[in-house]
């Protein structure tokens, strides 16, 4: 069975920047399962998971346009220190925005803390390891939702 929309597949994965550092892995743990064609992943891993069958192993190169973008220099900004209270600022910290959005503090001046907005990934080339570990039919219930639903039902998920 091959992967198209409205399938869900489970894929195991080994996702590494240009240099070969390893920035994320399903390795020591449960595959990633997925409803394909709902946007669940980003665009280039949908776009090369396509007409892919269980027990395939192949490598798959996702530039930034089809990954998490391209980075935007207006999501850094500088704000007050004390918009962050007596609480410790670290560059690395993330922290959750007013509006939902997740920033991660870059620099910590004496009375300003510069944040970026943009996706910590934005603007790499992303290359992923992937096997396809299984192909299935979605049920009725996980095409009307969108998403995969786990063994127990959707409170598994």
């Known amino acids: 069975m091959q992967i198209s929309k409205h ?7 080994t996702l590494r920047d240009n240099d070969g550092n390893v920035l994320d892995s399903s390795e020591g743990r449960d595959p990633l399962y997925y409803l394909h064609g709902e946007g669940n992943l980003i665009p280039g891993m949908e776009e ?8 395939d192993k192949f490598e798959l190169k996702v ?7 391209d980075r935007d220099p207006e999501l850094v900004q500088e704000v007050p220190r004390s918009a962050f209270g007596t609480q410790e ?30 996706h910590p990934l934005a603007g790499q080339e992303l290359n992923f390891d992937v096997e396809v570990i299984e192909v299935r039919d979605a049920t009725p219930e996980e095409i009307a939702h969108g998403h995969v639903h786990g063994p127990d039902g959707h409170a598994g998920h």
């Open 7 to 13: 399938k869900v597949a489970g894929i195991n994965y």
């Open 48 to 55: 090369g998971l396509e007409g892919k069958e269980e027990g």
């Open 63 to 69: 530039s930034p346009d089809k990954g998490y973008g």
């Open 89 to 118: 600022v670290r560059p690395g910290m993330q922290f959750q925005a007013n509006h939902g959005q997740v920033v991660t503090v870059t620099q910590v001046g004496s009375d300003q803390v510069t944040i970026d907005a943009n």
